[in-house]
Every structure is written in C-alpha cells, then in structure tokens.
C-alpha cells in the first residue's frame, strides 16, 4: 500500500464521528472543497473495521464516502449480516467502499466478488481491493446474458457513478467502451462458486435484467440482496419496480424497505425510488434478528409461512 493510503485524513476521522443529521452532506462537500483549494485532490477515508480507500474528491459521491455519508444504511447491513467465511458479491462496486468493508467482515477465510463496468472505476476498484486475499475485482457487466455489452461512462464532470449499460439508456454523450458481460446464472456455474451470503446490486438500471440471469443464481443461493429500485432509470431499460418485486417475491423472498436502521415490510406497489433489503423466507427470521442486535428497527407486519405477526 502507498504511503498516502496508511493513514485516514483528520477531516475525514471528524466527519465519521457525527452523526448523518440534516447538514452533514452539506458540511462533508464543504470541507472536501477546502481540501481541494489548498491543493489536495485525493483523501483518505476509512469504510470501517480499520479499512482504508482512497478517494478523488472532486468527485461527489467519493466526497460524500469520504465525509462518512454515503450509504450508511447498506455500511450499516453489511456490518450486522456478515461473518467471517461467507461470501459477498458487489454488482456495481464503483471504486469498492462497501467491497472494502465486506471484505474486512468475512476475513481470510470468506471471498469478496466485486463487479464494477466503469474502466476507470475498476481501475480504483482493484487498488483498493489488493491487501485483501480473498477479494476479487472483475471488469465484467453483469446481464441477463453472457456476451460483449457497451458500456457508456458518466459525461458528467465530478459524477463517476453514472455510467451505464447501452442497453438500458446511451446518452451518447459518454465514452463508450465494449466489455465482457455475464449473467449470474453463468458465473456461478463456470466459477464453481459454491455459496454466496450476501449480494448488492446498483446498476443504474440494469437491475431488472441482472435478475433475469439470475434464476438459477437465487434458487441455489438464496443470497441476502440489497437493492436500489428507482423506477425512472428501470423505465429507460424498459423495466418497472414491479418486475424487480415480482422476481424476488416469485423466488420467496420478501422485501424491506430500507430508511436508515428502519425497516417496513414493502407493499405491492414500490415507491419511485427506495432502497430495499430482500430476505429469503428460509433465512428472514434469522437475519431480522441480527438486524436487531445491531440496532435496527421493524415496523409493519411481516408475512412468513402463512402466518402474520407483527415486528414492533
């Protein structure tokens, strides 16, 4: 490791030690703009568990990973649902905020499979990967198929996440570039993967088909699943929320939403856009119980086996 990544920034180390109120965005962008007026392009942040990663902050979503504000609920699920041993697999890992802490979590023993399109980012992605031994960076597009895909990256200045598959949405506007795809189905039967714990999916979109080459993926693993649903990028890919709950529920699984450490069981119609976290009926009871020792809360009524109980 370089010696400007052994050691967070005092801003940063700040910053993670208040709490997200009202403001914090605000004040994270601030004084990562400060950095930058006085020379300083790159920061050092910590995702948890001693992990460093090193962030560009004149990018936003990097600022806001390196002002401890960036997704804090999924850091947040990550920390009570996974153990050493197990296996996590990241679709749309961007440079590997949460990779980096996953990989921490499941240790030496566990693997960590973090899929990221963007050359750029996955260039970052296996930087911040290399100290850990089970963990793997793989440029590939995960879709419904396995093939070459075009990938359009971002256009926008400062806004390294938004690039996306060709098939959901091409702005023509971005670099283009060919890559690999695979579905999941794919990868898990050529790379003799034989569990996986956890999966986040954030693909701008491709969520929906990411799903659909993943039957035989979810019917085998049964894998927690932590995804984004937002019904405008679905409707560019010619997808709906919908589709993504239909899948999942079709498979056995149930659905939360995600608002901080709250959870509320997800009704039929989804909301335009939301964080949910997907529990299989096997695993659900389990999993809401080290959710809770980890200070998350239920609400709403969750349906297991026929049987309605209440969470509160």
């Not at 940063?12 to 030690?17: D, F, I, V």
């Not at 930087?127 to 990938?151: H, M, P, Q, Y």
Request: glycine share 10%.
């Amino acid at each position: 490791m370089d010696k400007y990544q052994t050691r967070v920034d005092i801003l940063s180390s700040a910053l993670a030690s208040i709490p997200l109120v009202r403001g914090k965005h605000w004040l994270a962008n601030t004084l990562a703009r400060l950095q930058i007026h006085r020379g300083s392009q790159w920061g050092v942040c910590s995702p948890g568990n001693g992990t460093i990663l090193r962030v560009n902050l004149r990018d936003r979503i990097q600022r806001l990973m390196w002002g401890h504000c960036y997704e804090n609920h999924v850091q947040a699920c990550l920390r009570a649902l996974l153990s050493s041993g197990e296996t996590y697999v990241d679709v749309g890992a961007h440079i590997g905020y949460h990779a980096v802490l996953a990989a921490s979590l499941v240790g030496a023993e566990g693997n960590v499979y973090a899929f990221e399109a963007d050359p750029g980012n996955f260039e970052r992605l296996q930087e911040n990967l290399r100290s850990f031994r089970g963990a793997a960076a793989i440029n590939k597009a995960v879709w419904r198929t396995t093939g070459v895909i075009v990938f359009e990256r971002s256009s926008e200045e400062g806004e390294s996440g938004w690039g996306t598959l060709t098939e959901v949405r091409d702005l023509k506007r971005g670099e283009h570039a060919s890559l690999p795809a695979i579905s999941l189905d794919d990868w898990s039967t050529e790379g003799n993967i034989q569990d996986v714990s956890l999966i986040k999916i954030d693909a701008e979109g491709s969520e929906i088909g990411i799903l659909r080459g993943a039957q035989k993926f979810l019917q085998r693993f049964k894998p927690i699943i932590v995804t984004e649903i937002n019904s405008v990028l679905l409707q560019q890919g010619d997808g709906t929320s919908g589709e993504i709950t239909e899948v999942l529920r079709k498979h056995g699984y149930e659905l939360f939403q995600l608002n901080g450490k709250c959870l509320r069981a997800l009704g039929a119609a989804a909301p335009q856009f939301c964080e949910v976290l997907c529990l299989h009926v096997n695993q659900r009871d389990a999993a809401i119980q080290r959710l809770r020792t980890r200070g998350f809360s239920a609400g709403g009524s969750f349906k297991g086996t026929g049987n309605e109980q209440n969470a509160d």
